[in-house]
């Protein structure tokens, strides 16, 4: 069961990046996707989730209307379209599934199953 990011860069301010998570042992269809990342000496922090059933997403403020999430079932993958980047966007962008049944996204307690190695994404002044 493994995830692979990809799409990751180096990227002005103001430009767009569009990462990929393409899973492989697994059906990302049952799980619900999150979009995680963590800068040098920072904490990690959730950035986007999507739902199990796809219908809802949600995002952290400081990327709203900037990122969009996107699951593809048929191509087993979820993607992240990242625009207006900033250079505090500047981290290791990892994808993370994990069961769950609720409704909406998950809890931010909520603890993912499965991670991918990360891509980097550095945004340049």
């Known amino acids: 069961l493994t995830l692979a990011e990809s799409g990751g860069g180096l990227v002005q301010t103001g430009g767009s990046l569009r990462l990929s998570c393409v899973a492989s042992?697994?059906?990302?269809?049952?799980?619900?996707l999150a979009w995680f990342r963590q800068a040098p000496g920072k904490e990690r922090e959730r950035v986007a989730c999507m739902s199990t059933d796809g219908a809802t997403s949600d995002y952290r403020d400081s990327v709203k209307g900037r990122f969009l999430i996107s699951r593809d079932n048929g191509k087993n993958s979820v993607t992240l379209q990242m625009n207006d980047l900033r250079p505090e966007d500047t981290a290791t962008y990892f994808c993370a599934v994990t069961h769950y049944e609720g409704p909406g996204c998950t809890p931010p307690s909520k603890v993912y199953d499965y991670w991918g190695h990360g891509t980097q994404v550095t945004v340049s002044l």
């Open positions: 042992g697994f059906p990302l269809q049952f799980y619900a």
